[in-house]
């Protein structure tokens, strides 16, 4: 049998772990992307403010906060703005991030054959995880595995 103490002991502790899970689940990066061409990106919160990108299909973002319908996000570069959101979905998308150009090979390691060289800032579509390898699809079809640390995010 607990004692009082030992009870207010275990609550606290109890309270403090959800309190720390929830903080983090509130400040967690969440990864969306872009639905379709020609997106603009705005400095503000509003269709009035000035259009500082314009986007592509499967752009990949980092949302940094919101603002009612509009969410505040950063890309790859760093670059930042507002982007409505109703022109986003679910994050399944990832950009090449590499210096130059990166190899996608037909299996998850070093060792495996190169099938193609994909240059930076192009985006291709989450399939599987692998430990630090990602299968990706091209938007020709064709489909590879690069490793994570030369994509974002």
Known sequence: MFTTTRRSTILTAVLTALGIFLF??????????????NVNVRTGAGTNYEVSMELFAGYPLKVMSTQGEWLKIVDFENDSGWIHKSLVNDG????????????MRAEPSTNSTVIATVDRGVVLTKLETQGKWLKLKHST???????????WP
């Open 24 to 37: 983090t689940e509130a400040f967690s990066a969440d990864y969306v992307s872009v639905k379709g061409d």
């Open 92 to 103: 399944n998308t990832v950009i090449v991030n590499g210096n130059k150009s990166v190899n």
């Open 141 to 151: 079809g064709l489909i590879g595995w690069i490793y994570k640390p030369l994509l």
